[in-house]
């Protein structure tokens, strides 16, 4: 089956340093969505990119899909202990009931 | 900002025992979903519900898994029979038509013992 990895599992940063998760699918990806979860929350919902080779930013937050659509990055620049969280990518597979598949997760750390 | 609500935050049950998680996604939705997550691991898609039927389950939701909207506002997931495993975080979602992204209720915590 699909299988979503992310890399690094874990990362802990200086504060002010930049942060960068990569997903990795084994198959191509429908749409890819990024979702943060908290320490001890539920998972938000944060974008979704469409488009291969589509880049979004959200102030500090700069989320690119490949080429191939088999892969996508989420980097923070200048991370501030409010980053702190797991970040997960999604396959959203627009094809099904709007069926989304989570990747493994990169749990940020920062350090003030 | 509407809300997935989900109660309760707490269960603690006795391997066995029947639990039913109870879930009131946003008015407007039409998409429903459960997913669980073990302690520390990602998120792990459950079920699918769309009109009034599931569209979709994993390997995950075998027999002693079922789910209910049995009125107009209520999303239900019921475990049959409880096991030591199925002790997660389980998460309710919902989604409207043209999607944009899931909502996420709290969670409940299930605790099998």
């Known amino acids: 089956g699909q299988q979503v990895m992310q890399i690094p599992q874990y990362q802990h940063v200086q504060e002010g340093e930049d942060f960068t998760t990569y997903c990795n699918s084994s198959?191509?990806?429908?749409?890819i969505q990024w979702y943060k979860q908290r320490p001890g929350g539920h998972p938000v919902f944060l974008i979704q990119?469409?488009?291969?080779?589509e880049v979004k930013k959200q102030k500090r937050l700069t989320f690119q899909f490949g080429e191939a659509k088999k892969n996508s990055s989420l980097h923070i620049t200048a991370t501030q202990t409010t980053d702190v969280g797991t970040y997960f990518c999604?396959?959203?597979?627009?094809?099904?009931?709007?069926?989304?598949?989570f990747g493994t997760g990169t749990k940020l750390q920062v350090i003030p | 900002e509407p809300e997935v609500t989900q109660t309760p935050s707490h269960q603690v049950t006795q391997m066995g025992q029947e639990v039913i998680l109870r879930c009131v996604p946003i008015?407007?939705?039409?998409?429903f979903y459960w997913y669980r997550q073990i302690l520390g691991q990602k998120v792990e898609f459950l079920v699918s519900?769309?009109?009034?039927?599931?569209?979709?389950k994993s390997e995950i939701f075998d027999d002693q898994f079922s789910v209910e909207r049995p009125d107009g506002s209520n999303f239900t997931l019921k475990i049959r029979s409880t096991k030591l495993e199925d002790s997660a975080m389980y998460f309710c979602?919902?989604?409207?038509?043209?999607?944009?992204?899931?909502?996420f209720g709290s969670g409940t915590r299930l605790t099998v013992v």
């Open positions: 979602a919902s989604s409207e038509r043209g999607f944009r992204g899931y909502t």
């Open positions: 198959t191509t990806l429908s749409n």
């Open positions: 990119l469409v488009k291969s080779g």
């Open positions: 999604a396959d959203f597979n627009s094809g099904g009931y709007q069926k989304v598949t």
């Open positions: 008015s407007n939705h039409l998409y």
């Open positions: 519900f769309y009109n009034n039927e599931i569209s979709e």
